[in-house]
């Protein structure tokens, strides 16, 4: 079956870290881009990052630069996003992307 | 970055009657090589995850009843909902994936009036 299952969202407190990872299957993972996109409990879709399919090609959106790093696995088929330095504004459902193939998300919440 | 433009914010349709939502991309998202749009349409309800209903702009995803249609090409796109039903209450966003970044329309809630 093809599917994306990500992982590794929690409870966090501002200034900490964490890192999601999405597990890919039932397709060429090492073939594809791939998109980290978050929302806001309430609100719209927001592209965060991306990586080509070596991983020599990766952007971020501006408000995560510098904070979180996306990374990719082929060998393991999987996505991972290192996120450091979280803010309360980083609270968000995180969701791993394919083209038009996202997984079910996966919570984040940064509070003291 | 292309932006997408979506509208109605909201949208509130009796039952049975047609509900149209509007997508404006601030440059095409129509590949000249492949003759594809590259626009897709999903459905998001509370606690869940986005639905694919369309892509390439009018390809009904797998599953989809046939009530859900996607139109338009280059910069505007329509989903309409030909006979609504209670069932597809829900947030509706359009999605371009033709160039990175990836961009979302603002969302269209769709409620029943």
């Known amino acids: 079956e093809v599917q994306l299952v990500e992982s590794g969202g929690d409870l966090v407190q501002p200034g900490g870290s964490l890192r999601l990872s999405c597990a890919a299957s039932g397709f060429t993972f090492s073939s594809y881009w791939m998109y980290w996109v978050r929302q806001v409990p309430g609100k719209g879709l927001v592209w965060v990052s991306h990586i080509n399919p070596d991983g020599s090609s990766i952007s971020y959106e501006d408000s995560v630069k510098g904070r979180f790093t996306i990374s990719r696995d082929n060998a393991k088929n999987t996505l991972y996003l290192q996120m450091s330095s979280l803010r309360a504004e980083d609270t968000a459902v995180y969701y791993c992307?394919?083209?038009?193939?996202w997984g079910q998300g996966t919570l984040v919440t940064v509070s003291s | 970055d292309i932006v997408m433009t979506q509208s109605p914010d909201s949208l509130a349709v009796s039952l049975g009657e047609r509900a149209t939502i509007n997508c404006k991309s601030s440059?095409?998202?129509?590949?000249?090589?492949?003759?594809?749009?590259?626009l897709a349409w999903y459905q998001q309800k509370p606690g869940q995850s986005p639905k694919l209903l369309i892509y390439g702009a009018s390809t009904r995803e797998s599953g989809v009843p046939d009530r859900f249609s996607g139109s338009g090409s280059g910069t505007d796109f329509t989903l309409t909902i030909s006979s609504l039903q209670a069932e597809d209450v829900a947030f509706y966003y359009c999605?371009?994936?033709?160039?990175?970044?990836?961009?979302f329309g603002g969302g269209t809630k769709v409620e029943i009036k």
């Open positions: 440059q095409s998202v129509l590949s000249s090589s492949s003759n594809r749009n590259y």
């Open positions: 992307v394919k083209g038009t193939l």
């Open positions: 999605h371009q994936y033709y160039s990175n970044p990836v961009t």
